[in-house]
């Protein structure tokens, strides 16, 4: 049975920093690009950022692009968000997700297994 159990949010004051774990367990975690994903209320879900198996590869979304880093240890099957310089704007629930397949990295239809998802609350 795969799980994703995302961890480290919170609430902080723009400028600040957040450090997303997310844990994945039932799955070969090298055979499986991840992605974070966020969702605001009356939003649709979006992609922040996505890492092929390797991490040799990066997505980004342009509204995070020069302040989050997604980076990845296949030893400890983690993959992390790094959340610099937080604006109110990223206030969102943060998902983790893996994806199996070949097809768009940053695309939601690409991902199968999904995290139940941080809140992450940025105030002004």
């Known amino acids: 049975q795969v799980q994703l159990v995302e961890s480290g949010g919170g609430l902080v004051q723009a400028g600040g920093s957040l450090r997303l774990s997310c844990a994945a367990s039932?799955?070969?975690?090298?055979?499986?690009?991840m992605g974070w994903f966020r969702q605001a209320p009356g939003k649709e879900r979006e992609c922040v950022a996505a890492?092929?198996?390797?991490?040799?590869?990066?997505y980004y979304g342009d509204s995070v692009k020069g302040r989050f880093t997604i980076s990845r240890d296949n030893a400890k099957n983690t993959v992390y968000l790094q959340m610099n310089s937080l604006k109110p704007e990223d206030t969102a629930v943060y998902y983790c997700?893996?994806?199996?397949?070949?097809?768009?990295?940053?695309?939601?239809?690409?991902?199968?297994?999904w995290g139940q998802g941080t809140q992450v609350t940025v105030s002004p």
């Open positions: 890492i092929n198996r390797n991490g040799g590869y990066t």
């Open positions: 997700a893996a994806s199996g397949g070949w097809a768009g990295l940053s695309l939601l239809s690409s991902y199968t297994y």
């Open positions: 039932g799955l070969t975690f090298s055979s499986y690009r």
